[in-house]
């Protein structure tokens, strides 16, 4: 194995890979360590603190505050962008004149700087976030977050001017990369696929006993599926049905609390998640944002059994034909009540094999290094 070298910009600490974004940022320095890729880590300290084992699995790793004044809102950047200007960032960029991979468009402000001239500058893009935004605007929020939402939607939308400074842009879909090819026609851009925790497909055979959806109960997206769940498909469902993830708030547990078959598990360790995960025999995964690649969406696939899901969930994957598809209410009702009657097989194991080969890590790994390293 050779011995390349890349900065890595990171949103947020990309450790307890605890949600999609981060997730997706853990599992490639993992990947790329294993072709003999050195990651330099650059951080944004957002609600999260230094990580050992960070430290352990990168050459190096440096971590920056986010600017969070509401001074930083008064500028035609967005904010989610100017608030990762860190004046530090730039410098220990330039220092070490290695590529540079920036992980979403929050970390381009620097992206094209002239201090980082002969550079190779890649793009991983995570969602449109502009359309992200706007979908986050017409949700659920409340009035002041609405208008955040929208406004940051209209800069985010702007500001893709910019990432055609990139020498490479790495698009998380292949919906995503169509619609930056055509915003961006002069920019290369390709489609890598989600990194994740699963090197490889252990779907259990056989049957489970209970339901699960899980995901980050603290994000509005999600908040808004097991709303969806609650009012429409939870009261038909006979089994328990389990609602696994991080800070569900006491408001929306209260929505739930005339259904006895849900069990709440919240901010659970990574242990009970997998084997909630694995023993389930059911995932029911409804999204009505059909933005980037779902990493529950394929952790669920990888570890889990059956799995019903919405047409925004599987667009642009090429998965529709691992999950058991539905729209209405009703119709998640009648795929889950179908499922639990047959159990999980070894001919079903095949089958999704084969449809989750483009979503190796390793595959994936050697696709973003050989478009990061491109001489």
């Known amino acids: 194995m ?142 002041p977050r609405r208008f955040y939402y929208q406004i940051e939607s209209l800069r985010l939308r702007a500001h893709e001017e910019h990432l055609a400074k990139a020498d490479a842009l790495a698009a998380i879909s292949r919906k995503d990369a169509d619609y930056f090819r055509a915003r961006l026609p002069q920019t290369r851009v ?80 990574e242990e009970q998640m997998e084997r909630l995960v694995s023993q389930a025999h059911v995932h029911v995964l409804p999204t009505f944002q059909d933005t980037g690649v779902k990493l529950k969406l394929l952790h669920a696939l990888h570890k889990g059994r059956h799995c019903v899901a919405n047409p925004p969930m599987v667009e642009g994957t090429g998965l529709e034909g691992a999950c058991a598809l539905a729209q209405s209410g009703p119709e998640f009702v009648q795929r889950v009540v179908e499922l639990f009657d047959r159990g999980f097989d070894s001919e079903s194991l095949q089958r999704r094999e084969l449809l989750l080969r483009p979503f190796a890590n390793s595959l994936n790994a050697k696709l973003l290094a050989d478009l990061v390293f491109e001489a």
């Open 2 to 143: 050779d011995e390349r070298q890349l900065h890595l910009v990171a949103f947020n600490v990309p450790f307890p890979a605890d949600y999609g974004g981060v997730m997706d940022i853990f599992h490639k320095i993992r990947s790329l360590a294993r072709l003999g890729v050195q990651t330099h880590l650059h951080a944004f300290t957002y609600g999260r603190g230094p990580s050992r084992l960070l430290e352990r699995i990168c050459a190096s790793v440096s971590y920056y505050p986010r600017e969070r004044s509401w001074l930083r809102g008064l500028s035609t950047e967005p904010f989610i962008v100017r608030s990762r200007r860190v004046p530090a960032l730039l410098k220990n960029l330039a220092a070490k004149p290695l590529p540079i991979l920036f992980e979403g468009q929050h970390c381009t402000s620097f992206l094209g700087h002239p201090a980082l001239d002969g550079q190779r500058q890649v793009v991983r893009s995570h969602n449109v976030e502009h359309r992200y935004y706007r979908e986050l605007a017409q949700s659920g929020a409340d009035l």
């Open 190 to 269: 390709e489609h890598v696929s989600a990194f994740h925790p699963d090197d490889k497909v252990a779907s259990p055979l056989g049957k489970g006993s209970y339901a699960l959806y899980h995901g980050n109960l603290e994000v509005e997206e999600n908040i808004r599926a097991v709303e969806f769940l609650i009012a429409e498909v939870i009261p038909e469902v006979p089994w328990p049905f389990f609602i696994a993830g991080k800070g569900p708030s006491l408001a929306l547990r209260r929505k739930a609390e005339h259904l006895p078959q849900v069990k709440w598990v919240p901010n659970p360790t």
